[in-house]
Nanobody, 116 residues
């Protein structure tokens, strides 16, 4: 079974930075996509950033230029460096990994709160 464990969330003032980390364990497909999603209160879950096992990244327009997604394949780890945080970035951030078209796993989430 695959497990994803997020860390690094917390409370930060607007303009500040946080770095989220997700560690994956279990039997993981070699060619996978890891990513970060978020869900704010009363809103649907949305994609924030994804990164392929080859290092190709994709970002939501709302975070481009502020967030950076990176990964360490040897450690099955993905990071999300979040800079210039805004109150609207407040949400529970979830780590995700998927491969093979049908394998799709989620972490339990970590709360990020940005105060104004």
């Amino acid at each position: 079974q695959v497990q994803l464990v997020e860390s690094g969330g917390g409370l930060v003032q607007a303009g500040g930075s946080l770095r989220l980390t997700c560690v994956a364990s279990g039997r993981i497909g070699n060619f996978n996509i890891m990513g970060w999603y978020r869900q704010a209160p009363g809103k649907q879950r949305e994609v924030v950033a994804t990164i392929t096992s080859g290092g190709i990244t994709s970002y939501a327009d709302s975070v481009k230029g502020r967030f950076t997604c990176s990964r360490d394949n040897a450690k099955s780890t993905v990071h999300l460096q979040m800079n210039s945080l805004k109150p609207e970035d407040t949400a529970v951030y979830y780590c995700n990994i998927k491969w093979g078209g049908s394998m799709n796993f989620w972490g339990k989430g970590t709360l990020v709160t940005v105060s104004s």
